[in-house]
């Protein structure tokens, strides 16, 4: 049987990894600066996560969420306590497009409304209830027959508030910090407006921090820069460093009743493990203070390269933008640099979403290969 051959691969075959290095089938390194898009949040192969998630295996990777799992008690103390939201509840699903489907569901339930508001080049997944943008061309897969998405352009309220007021939406979905759409975001004061105009029309929030949570922006959660208490907080990638597990974070608003939400592998044994261990690390390893750390350094150091237009983003959710194309000059990276880096729907967009536990050594060694990288384009 052949692979449905849907992803463009760049020629490298990775066979082990440690913290923010990765190594091919030859031995060669490379510097992992993406995290296989900002999923691996501690470092490869931690060994505080190793050694926890080899326990767990050995003794019980997964049963029946119909059977109580103290691991799924414990993920949700540990992370009411790391993100501040101690009265949210916590539904564990396993991606960030089953958190999104979710917590629009949930929004539905409670409102009783089906119209969802996106903004124009945002990402949300790409399952039946899910919403994303690719290519300009926008992907609109409803829930339900009834159901449709209307995008907006970000940071112009007036259209949020005409919209709202029509009386048929049941929540807005955002991005703190856009990723795959390239790291466009909205001012503190349109997230403060957008939180008032939807409380006024018992609209529900929700801030998509799939990309963006788990400490990438330098707080726990992206939305935290901006002073507002959304009603539904979905996460994923980093949530697991590598297993997949996605969360709802529920604000106190909603109630819980049995067969509401449901998933047979959210919250497994082995899931919780990977976020509890995840959590565990990033509190001893003090990642969220390394993010700001090195994100303040990655700002300054990349000064030194005048072809760049601007640097997007915050913490290490990044995208170095240029007035040109980058795709041969991530390839450059990749192939002759060993560098990895990601690239956007903006064309002109490098992403950088190392694994929070990079240092400035790593950084200093970017901007090198990206100075040379650069010259020899040109030459
Ligand atoms: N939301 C955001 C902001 C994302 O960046 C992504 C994936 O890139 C998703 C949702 C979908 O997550 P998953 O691929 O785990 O379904």
Redesign the pocket.
């Known amino acids: 049987m052949n692979l449905f051959d849907v992803y463009p691969l760049y020629p490298i075959t990775p066979v082990k990894a440690l913290d923010c290095t990765i190594y091919d089938e030859n031995g060669v390194e490379y510097l992992d600066l993406y995290s296989g898009?900002g999923v691996i949040s501690i470092g490869h192969a931690q060994p505080d996560y190793n050694t926890k998630m080899k326990a767990q295996l050995d003794n019980l990777s997964f049963y029946s969420n119909a059977i109580q799992n103290p691991l799924q008690v414990e993920l949700a103390e540990k992370l009411g306590q790391m993100s501040g939201l101690t009265d949210y509840s916590l539904f564990l699903c396993s991606?960030?497009?089953?958190a999104?489907e979710n917590a629009l569901k949930l929004a539905s339930f409670h409102t009783n409304k089906s119209r969802v508001i996106a903004f124009d080049n945002s990402?949300?997944?790409?399952t039946s209830a899910a919403v994303a943008v690719t290519d300009n061309k926008k992907i609109v897969a409803p829930l339900n027959a009834q159901q449709s998405v209307t995008f907006l352009p970000l940071n112009q309220i007036d259209l949020v508030k005409s919209e709202l007021e029509k009386g048929d939406v049941c929540a807005v979905i955002i991005?703190p910090i856009q990723?795959?759409g390239g790291l466009d975001q909205g001012t503190t004061e349109f997230f403060q407006a957008l939180q008032e105009v939807c409380n006024a029309n018992n609209v529900i929030l929700i801030l998509?921090e799939?990309?963006s949570g788990y400490g990438r922006s330098g707080k726990f959660f992206a939305f935290q820069h901006h002073n507002i208490t959304p009603d539904l907080v979905t996460t994923?990638?980093g949530m697991g460093n590598g297993f997949p597990i996605?969360g709802v974070l529920i604000s106190p608003k909603f109630q819980a009743s049995y067969g509401l939400l449901g998933t047979t592998f959210g919250g497994s044994h082995l899931a919780c493990a990977a976020g509890i261990a995840v959590l565990d690390v990033m509190k001893n390893l003090n990642l969220i203070e390394n993010t700001n750390k090195v994100s303040e350094y990655f700002f300054e150091a990349i000064k030194a390269i005048p072809e760049i237009k601007q640097v997007k983003g915050k913490g290490l959710m990044l995208g170095v933008e240029f007035d040109f194309d980058v795709s041969a000059l991530r390839k450059k990276m990749i192939i002759e640099k060993h560098i990895f880096t990601g690239g956007a729907n903006n064309k002109n967009l490098l992403r950088i979403l190392p694994p929070l536990t990079v240092n400035t050594e790593a950084i200093d060694k970017f901007v090198k290969a990206l100075q040379k990288s650069l010259a020899e384009l040109n030459a």
């Open positions: 898009h991606s960030g497009a089953e999104n990402f949300h997944g790409r991005e990723g795959v998509d799939v990309q994923a990638k996605g």
